[in-house]
């Protein structure tokens, strides 16, 4: 499965967000995905073993519960592809905080020049 498809699902995606805090139980996963989205236990798991087989997720036991982690190397690759793109935007993000941090100074002076320093 190529990442886009599996990082296009929002689930698979919420799911990461909740790895990307830290190693979390299976159980534990189920239970936030379950009240955010309404969907199944048996959905959950079948949401972790795409990320599992894609490789975006190890799992490893601990007694009887499968703790999750994220395997960061499928997202380096996401990155290194998206890196092409980010002159497209980096520019222009350049240019809002510029636009930012003048209409802050302009405030400044404005403030300063009211005295209401």
């Known amino acids: 499965m190529h990442a ?3 990082l296009g699902d ?3 995606r919420r799911i990461l967000e909740l790895l ?3 190693e979390q139980a299976s159980g534990d996963i189920s239970a936030v995905i379950q009240v955010e989205f309404g969907i199944s236990q048996p959905a959950v798991s079948q949401h ?3 990320l599992r087989e894609s490789g975006f997720a190890s799992v ?3 007694g ?3 703790l999750y982690a994220v395997d960061a190397a499928p997202l380096r690759e996401v990155d290194a592809w998206l890196e092409r ?3 497209f935007w980096e520019q ?3 240019a809002l905080g510029t636009e930012l941090a003048r209409g802050k100074r302009e405030r400044r002076l404005r403030k300063e020049a009211s005295g209401d320093e």
């Open 85 to 87: 793109f980010r002159g």
């Open 64 to 66: 009887t519960r499968r």
């Open 92 to 94: 222009r993000l350049d």
């Open 4 to 6: 886009f498809d599996v």
């Open 20 to 22: 990307a805090t830290g």
């Open 10 to 12: 929002p689930v698979r």
């Open 60 to 62: 490893r036991a601990e």
């Open 48 to 50: 972790l073993r795409v």
